[in-house]
């Protein structure tokens, strides 16, 4: 079992940033492998947006925000970031961190409630 808990979103301009944070807390013996950002902008369906590789640490953009995003984690902390520049109105949408482990076999996955990023003017 995987808890995330979002924070950072807010209201921005465009042209700003915003790092988001996500704490995990994990139940021992879990294992994950893989960090994830995901959003969802009303309407529309829910997109990954960068993942990371914990078994190597490297990380993957989705086009949408290759060069603008950064992912990476703290792992003193036990959190994931995601670092936004040059944000724009179409990043407008709820942001989710997501975490993805093996445990007896089977592949999980659990996800945070998400925080809403709003660009505008």
């Given amino acids: 079992q995987v808890i995330l808990m ?3 979103g807010g209201l921005v301009q465009p042209g700003g940033s915003l790092r988001l944070s996500c704490e995990i807390s994990e139940s021992p013996f879990v294992n994950i492998r893989k960090m994830n950002w995901y ?9 990954l947006v960068a993942s ?6 490297d990380a993957t953009y989705a086009d949408l ?13 036990n959190t994931l970031y995601l670092q936004m520049v040059d944000l ?21 996955t659990n996800w945070g409630l998400g925080t809403q990023v709003t660009v505008s003017s």
């Fill in 6 to 8: 979002e924070s950072g």
């Fill in 39 to 47: 959003r969802q902008a009303p309407g529309k369906p829910r997109d």
């Fill in 52 to 57: 990371l590789d914990t078994r190597n640490n």
């Fill in 65 to 77: 925000g290759k060069g603008r995003f950064t992912i990476s984690r703290d792992n003193a902390k």
């Fill in 88 to 108: 724009k109105p179409e990043d407008t949408a709820v942001y989710y961190c997501n975490v993805e482990y093996p445990r007896l076999g089977l592949n999980y």
